[in-house]
């Protein structure tokens, strides 16, 4: 199915968090939201409307220190109007077709975006969901690797239901004791709070670099999550902290040299990124006896291949980083498994803490679903107070079209989650994933009045 993209308009909305959270080096409070809204026209004369939004998130495309916020969110801004000059002068082809992949995080931030719109437009020309338009290869995803993509694609079987996993930033409060000012919204701040509320039974744990640091919140952390009954699952979060696979192997032994942190260890289920993106890709694995995966590594199509051949088992899928990326690394762990055998090693991760309630939210979570994956990492719910400040109209659409994600508390639409678990059966919908859209004409106006301003 060929298309022309006719139209792409891109907006902002500004986030506020309700609490700090730490990642790496910064410390985000606020940062903008993109939003593409974007109008195609099909080979047959149908035309249709989709879109895609991401938060444009400081120090993790580029984590250069001489780079202000501002400067991080103007490289993005930067990808984007690229992007959208490229796929408004493409002649017609397929969905894939459109697609411009490029070498680096930032880079590929624009045509991810716009990728993820257009294919909300192409299913709602065809009235036909996200889950059909890829199982039934209606993107027109070519051979890759060697691998027969539409047939791997056939083969994917999205639930109903996925657990949310919490992180834990390196600011966050674990207990009440650690509270120096509390928000006091009625919602959750600490760890304590989050589990009550909630029902987390994952949690993926930030670390900072310094093992000896690390180990003693870690301890903080375990004391908690210890008086969960059922079993709970960890993984770790290095944020390209470590310098080498010396640093990590120095925190994971003294991990196990520390008895408040039994299990806890025993509950790692891998390790995410944690070395610096410079060395991350130049010396094998080790030092660890969990499976080590990559996130800002994966800066082009063949980094997974690479990160392979290094002794790396795992890749996070994020939308941010190119939804048909995320499919191609799915199909090629289904390819090396099958040649393992009956002993699988190599699988896709669901990493994105950044995603807020709406659009962006729901198309990541039916990316991972569709996937296979079981859990998730979710939090933008904790950070942010849910659909607060948007307006009224488009709350009620979003609660309207899917009362299995979100419900209403504390005076706005928000993501519910209960025993852990996200439920998204109204996500297969048509369209990518949404059945409701954000209010063009407001956010038309604030475009106009900032640039008025």
Not at 107 to 114: K, T
Not at 150 to 156: D, E, I, N, P, S
Not at 343 to 361: K, N, R
Not at 418 to 446: K, T
């Amino acid at each position: 199915m060929r298309l022309r993209v006719t139209a792409v308009e891109l907006f902002e909305r500004d986030v506020l968090l309700r609490m700090p959270f730490r990642f790496g080096v910064v410390t985000l409070t606020q940062a903008p939201q993109a939003f593409a809204r974007v109008r195609i026209r099909v080979e047959d004369g149908r035309e249709a409307e989709g879109a895609a939004a991401e938060l444009l998130a400081p120090k993790w495309f580029d984590k250069d220190p001489a780079l202000s916020n501002e400067d991080n969110f103007d490289q993005l801004r930067r990808s984007l109007a690229q992007a959208r000059a490229a796929y408004l002068a493409h002649e017609a082809r397929t969905a894939w077709g459109h697609a411009a992949p490029a070498r680096g995080l930032v880079e590929n931030f624009g045509p991810a975006l716009l990728d993820r719109a257009l294919l909300d437009a192409l299913c709602r020309a065809l009235g036909v969901s996200f889950f059909e338009a890829i199982r039934r290869n209606l993107v027109g995803a070519p051979a890759v690797d060697g691998i027969d993509l539409g047939a791997y694609f056939a083969t994917l079987r999205p639930a109903a239901r996925i657990a949310a996993r919490h992180t834990v930033g390196l600011l966050d409060p674990v207990t009440a004791v650690d509270c120096r000012a509390r928000v006091g919204d009625g919602l959750p701040e600490t760890l304590e709070e989050v589990v009550a509320r909630y029902g987390h039974r994952y949690f993926k744990l930030k670390v900072g670099g310094d093992a000896r640091v690390d180990v003693a919140r870690l301890a903080a952390i375990a004391a908690v999550l210890d008086r969960i009954g059922q079993p709970y699952h960890v993984t770790l979060d290095g944020n390209e902290q470590y310098e080498d696979f010396q640093g990590v192997a120095e925190l994971w032994a003294g991990m196990h040299a520390e008895p408040r942190l039994a299990r806890l260890a025993a509950s790692v289920l891998f390790v995410e990124q944690p070395v610096k993106r410079q060395k991350a890709l130049t010396a094998h694995v080790s030092g660890l006896e969990r499976p080590v995966i990559i996130d800002e590594s994966d800066d082009a199509m063949d980094a997974f291949p690479r990160a392979r051949a290094l002794g790396y088992r795992g890749v996070s899928s994020k939308t941010c980083k190119g939804v048909y990326r995320a499919l191609v690394n799915g199909a090629r762990c289904a390819a090396w498994n099958r040649k393992m055998g009956s002993d699988p090693i190599y699988f896709l991760s669901g990493e994105d803490l950044t995603q807020q309630a709406g659009l962006a939210l729901q198309q990541d979570t039916a990316l991972v679903s569709l996937l296979g994956l079981t859990h998730v990492e979710r939090n933008g719910h904790h950070y942010v107070n849910g659909m607060a400040g948007l307006p009224a109209a488009e709350q009620e659409a979003f609660l309207g079209a899917h009362p299995d994600l979100y419900d209403r508390s504390h005076g706005a639409v928000r993501v519910r989650i209960a025993g852990g678990m996200l439920d998204i059966g109204s996500l297969a919908c048509a369209g990518f994933a949404s059945g409701a859209m954000p209010d063009w004409v407001a956010m038309r106006e604030m475009k106009l009045q900032k640039e008025s301003a």
